[in-house]
């Protein structure tokens, strides 16, 4: 019974950030397709590419190492 009551706090507290986030961003959702479209550039650059490809080896060594017990 507590699993369930932890459980269903957890969800009331995501339900009311997330719809707060939404009544926060939806005066700017009409503006979402055009901001999308000029970041797109960015998006399909070789430097972000290469950033995000390094971001994702750094992660999975950390757990590589956190896994090995060598701390």
Known sequence: ???FLLF???A???FVVAAYIYM???P???MLPSMALSLL???TSGW???GVIGAIL???ALIAWAYSGGW
């Open 1 to 3: 019974m507590k699993r």
């Open 8 to 10: 269903l706090a957890v």
């Open 12 to 14: 009331v507290v995501g």
């Open 24 to 26: 926060l961003i939806e």
């Open 28 to 30: 700017y959702l009409p």
């Open 41 to 43: 550039p960015i998006f």
């Open 48 to 50: 972000f590419i290469a």
């Open 58 to 60: 750094a992660v999975l």
